[in-house]
């Protein structure tokens, strides 16, 4: 079975930092691209970021300058460094695999794999 552990959640202040990490089994990490969700309470999930060994990185215009993703290939993990963050960043944060060919695009509805969201509380 294919599962996605998201962690690193919390609660922090404004323009304190977090670092999610995503670590996955059951699939052959190379053949995905890893993206990180989240959705805040009355909100639709939104992409934050994407990373695949073959297309690099992509963000959301809303965390670019603040939140980097790393890769580690050989740990199947997928890190999210958040910095800055800000109230409007409170959220359940998750991270998801879609098959590599697919790129790149934050997708909702286009996601092979789930993990189960870690929450992200920031307070001003």
């Known amino acids: 079975d294919v599962q996605l552990q998201a962690s690193g959640g919390g609660w922090v202040q404004t323009g304190e930092s977090l670092r999610l990490s995503c670590t996955a089994s059951?699939?052959?990490?190379?053949?995905?691209?890893i993206a990180w969700f989240r959705q805040a309470p009355g909100k639709e999930r939104e992409g934050v970021a994407s990373i695949s060994t073959e297309d690099g990185i992509n963000y959301a215009e809303s965390v670019k300058g603040r939140f980097t993703t790393s890769m580690d290939v050989a740990k199947k993990t997928v890190h999210l460094q958040m910095n800055n963050l800000k109230p409007e960043d409170t959220a359940v944060y998750y991270c998801a695999a879609v098959d590599i060919d697919f790129g790149l695009e934050l997708d909702v509805s286009e996601q092979d794999y789930w993990g189960q969201g870690t929450q992200v509380t920031v307070s001003s």
């Open positions: 059951g699939l052959t990490f190379d053949d995905y691209a």
